[in-house]
């Protein structure tokens, strides 16, 4: 088409069914005959073997439809062996118990609370349907903002927060906004859990010590070399330590362990450690105090619901609940990719964390949320039903009710260190450096959340990280190219691309120019453009009018198909252009169109389209050399085409 430029389309039923001649070079495309049929003896089109969908029966059976992903079935979780789920629940029993009790007194509530959520995460929601082989219990991901809650509003407003934000995720499961949580940047998760960790590694550092944290993140950080200097010249504080640091490099160091003694939790071997060492004459390090685990238990009365009514306290609930479903569901996704069992249904599995908070909640006990650690040893363990995460439930229980006397053998510096290794891991430092080789507009978002987060509070800095996250978004969504050039008489402005209001500047720029050009004629060409918003639109539109307004001839050539307004006759069946510079075009009426159909010369190769075929705008000016003749290379960068 020397000299002629369409763009447009033309719609699959207008397009003629005749075989085409391939270009020199390029392999012709076969015919629909010579296409080989799909007998049932063709290997090619052999179906796949069926999975066995057969119901299995007995503990931890699990259902095979899945209503979350449109009813599509998924494999039955596999036939309980006893003897392998029980052994399973004992090990993530030791695991769980001295994070729970870790994690109680990271949030500044008495240990049994921990206890009672741990007991809450086996027998309520490990018995519920959702997830088969996540483990749920107090977490230290809400350890800081658990401690920042009760030190505002006390422990006993705890239960209240945690009853509203259980009530909140069940109506959140129930009404199947369950995988809506995955809809949020993976950089913003990473921050998040960044800024989880890092405040929490440097708080337990005192603990680890047996001292008291000074507060706030920022001042726990400026107050390290104090406290280095405070233990030195302590030497109880130096023993304490000592059993802190020997907590974390077994923690690092005990899945390096040959055979089967690494299958022992490397917890379970600090605690040992930290016990027979306080144990010793001389030694005196702070232990710590249980007392009565039903006599701990606060269920809120009418004075505590009545702050129901403070915003703040709203503020909490609505923190809870968006932290931890999200922390669940995350969680959740990374324990399906440890095994090949039944996928997670995640919105049962929010309502399964909902009635665990909601019944901590009652019980005036932490927050409840599925956990790495917990769920990972589960795996690794063997098990393949629920049984194995229930029965840890009881287990903890029976421990804290028949062997209290035990818990109060273990040094606190031994819980701390475990912590301090799970806010390494929360922290992880190796993603950052990872983000930014991926995609450094992300390792911003990822910095900013974390930042922020250790320098306000973790909602504050979820929030900002959000937005950073949809700021980046809608500017990568925002590529647009427009270029300028100068003719004879007429100004051209070409636009490619998604233009939306964050271009409204360059845009501007850019119709400015073109009017102050002195040109008697402006031709705006927007075909290339795939989206154009409201702003944009407007803006294209209020200078046509203002320009024509002063005696310009303007012509606008906007993206999409035209519309006929005729009845096509006989004569639309060849190509017909109709003069820019007519008087329908010059008084604001639509661009001259053009009728798809067979060409003028040689014999119709396939049917006359009917009226309902696409037409499109035709420019019949040739355009300057160094502008492409492919809307799809608009998207080119403007420094290429200054090379050229």
């Not at 397009?15 to 015919?31: K, Q, W």
């Not at 709203?314 to 090949?340: K, P």
């Not at 060849?574 to 639509?590: K, Q, W």
Request: neutral net charge.
């Amino acid at each position: 088409m020397s000299g002629l430029h369409a763009r447009g389309r033309v719609p699959a039923h207008a397009r003629t069914p005749h075989a085409r001649t391939p270009h020199a070079g390029t392999p012709a495309v076969p015919e629909a005959s010579a296409v080989p049929a799909a007998p049932a003896t063709n290997p090619a089109f052999a179906k796949a073997p069926v999975p066995d969908t057969t119901p299995v029966t007995g503990p931890g059976a699990d259902t095979g439809t899945d209503t979350d992903t449109g009813g599509s079935t998924r494999p039955k979780a596999p036939k309980a062996d006893l003897a392998t789920e029980i052994t399973a629940s004992l090990v993530v029993f030791l695991v769980a118990l001295p994070l729970c009790i870790g994690v109680a007194v990271a949030s500044g509530v008495p240990a049994e609370l921990g206890i009672i959520s741990g007991v809450i995460g086996g027998l309520v929601v490990g018995a519920a349907r959702g997830s088969t082989l996540q483990v749920s219990g107090p977490a230290a991901g809400l350890a800081a903002l658990v401690a920042e809650t009760v030190l505002e509003y006390g422990v006993a407003m705890l239960g209240v927060i945690v009853l509203g934000s259980g009530i909140l995720q069940i109506v959140l499961g129930v009404v199947r906004l369950g995988r809506f949580f995955q809809a949020i940047s993976l950089a913003v998760v990473q921050g998040m859990l960044a800024g989880i960790g890092l405040p929490l590694m440097f708080s337990q550092l005192y603990p680890m010590s047996d001292s008291s944290a000074p507060g706030t993140p920022i001042e726990n950080m400026a107050g390290v070399p104090g406290l280095l200097a405070d233990t030195l010249a302590n030497p109880q504080a130096l023993i304490a330590a000592g059993l802190g640091v020997i907590t974390v490099a077994l923690s690092f160091l005990w899945k390096k362990m040959p055979g089967p003694v690494k299958k022992i939790p490397a917890a379970l071997v600090a605690v040992g450690i930290g016990i027979a060492v306080a144990s010793l004459p001389g030694v005196n390090v702070k232990t710590l105090q249980v007392g009565n685990l039903l006599a701990s238990v606060d269920v809120p009365g009418t004075e505590q619901l009545a702050g129901l009514a403070d915003p703040g306290i709203i503020t909490a609930i609505l923190t809870f609940t968006v932290i931890a479903s999200a922390e669940s569901l995350f969680t959740a996704a990374a324990v399906d990719r440890m095994h090949s069992g039944p996928r997670t249904r995640y919105n049962p599995e929010l309502i399964a964390q909902g009635a665990g908070n909601t019944v901590a909640g009652i019980l005036g006990a932490l927050p409840i949320t599925a956990v790495v650690a917990r769920s990972s040893a589960n795996v690794q363990a063997g098990a393949k039903t629920r049984l194995s995460r229930t029965l840890h439930g009881l287990w903890l229980l029976a421990f804290a009710l028949l062997l209290p006397q035990v818990l109060a053998l273990i040094p606190i510096s031994v819980l701390a260190g475990v912590l301090v290794h799970s806010g390494w891991k929360l922290f992880a430092p190796e993603e950052f450096p990872k983000m930014w080789r991926q995609d450094r507009g992300e390792f911003a978002v990822m910095t900013i959340t974390t930042l922020v987060i250790v320098a306000t509070a973790l909602l504050e800095g979820v929030l900002i990280g959000l937005a950073a996250g949809i700021v980046l978004a809608a500017l990568r969504m925002s590529q647009t190219v427009i270029k300028q050039h100068l003719e004879e008489d007429t100004a051209k402005v070409v636009m490619a691309g998604n233009a939306t209001f964050l271009r409204l500047p360059q845009l501007i720029e850019a119709l400015e120019a073109a009017g102050e050009s002195g040109k008697p004629r402006i031709r705006l060409d927007l075909t290339g453009v795939t989206h154009l918003d409201h702003a944009c639109r407007n803006q294209v539109e209020e200078f046509v009018t203002q320009q024509r307004g002063l005696g310009l001839r303007v012509e606008l050539l906007m993206p999409g198909p035209a519309k006929p307004t005729r009845q096509p006759t006989a004569m639309d069946t060849t190509a017909v252009d109709e003069p820019l510079s007519s008087p329908t075009y010059e008084s604001g009426r639509p661009l001259p169109r053009r009728r798809t159909g067979p060409p003028t010369t040689g014999p119709a190769t396939g049917p006359t389209p009917g009226p309902t075929a696409e037409w499109f705008y035709l420019d019949t000016r040739p355009m300057a050399e160094e502008y492409p003749t492919h809307p799809e290379e608009y998207a080119t960068p403007p420094e290429e085409y200054a090379s050229r």
